[in-house]
């Protein structure tokens, strides 16, 4: 069953620029989670917020949680040609199990 | 850093064949998945195991099984392989501390039946 849905499916920017990700969820969480996947490879884990935190920072990532309207952001500032790369959210609500969305597609233009 | 090792890259065999797709991870994580991805339908749990010979049934079960008999591999086996399992197949590890903890992933194995 999908839980998280992501949007844009696509997004497509110039380097340098700013770019956000959106993840929507239907039912009550424990965290969530973003991943990227570059082409052909793995999924590695980029951050995690809790259920009662409402923003997080890593480096150039700036992650946002409302558990009022079921959704979360990702902030990818100051963007570069390496995070060219599809983006899932994972939401868990317990068990160890995540449930991932179908991915956002980012392409970052030289 | 976790490592978590998929057998093989890619594979290609054929209809009705039984399979084997063979993941090690070398932190002694209590917990490992399966997935299969495809496009448009994102990550699908398989099956996953929280312990030695223990396992459990993910989104998508049928058609395939697992097996569990160290703590560092965990194997998936399509039992007699048909051409809608051609996919992307990925394997995950986590620790056993709740569900706080990422999932670490190996590259996939990317699978075509013929």
């Known amino acids: 069953s999908q839980q998280g849905e992501e949007d844009p499916q696509a997004l497509s920017i110039q380097e340098g620029e700013n770019a956000t990700m959106n993840c929507s969820y239907k039912?009550?969480?424990?965290?969530l989670q973003w991943y990227r996947q570059n082409s052909g490879r793995g999924l590695v884990h980029l951050i995690l917020?809790?259920?009662?935190?409402r923003e997080k920072h890593s480096g150039r990532l700036r992650v946002t949680l409302d558990t009022s309207k079921k959704s979360s952001s990702l902030l990818i500032t100051a963007s570069r040609a390496a995070d060219t790369a599809s983006y899932f959210c994972?939401?868990?609500?317990?068990?160890?199990?995540?449930?991932f969305g179908q991915g956002t597609r980012l392409t970052i233009n030289p | 850093d976790v490592k978590v090792t998929q057998s093989s890259r890619y594979l290609v065999k054929r209809t009705g064949e039984k399979v084997f797709l063979e993941c090690v991870q070398d932190?002694?994580?209590?917990?490992m998945f399966w997935y299969r991805q495809d496009p448009g339908l994102g990550l699908r749990l398989i099956y996953f195991s929280y312990d030695v010979k223990m396992k459990e049934k993910g989104d998508i079960p049928e058609g395939y099984s697992v097996s569990r008999e160290k703590k560092e591999r965990f194997s998936l086996i399509l039992e007699s392989a048909s051409t809608n399992q051609t996919s992307m197949y990925l394997c995950a590890s986590s620790s056993d501390t709740g569900d706080k903890q990422p999932q670490h992933f190996g590259d996939g194995t990317r699978l075509s039946i013929l």
């Open positions: 932190m002694d994580h209590e917990n």
């Open positions: 039912t009550s969480i424990n965290n």
């Open positions: 994972a939401t868990s609500q317990g068990a160890q199990k995540l449930v």
């Open positions: 917020i809790r259920s009662n935190e």
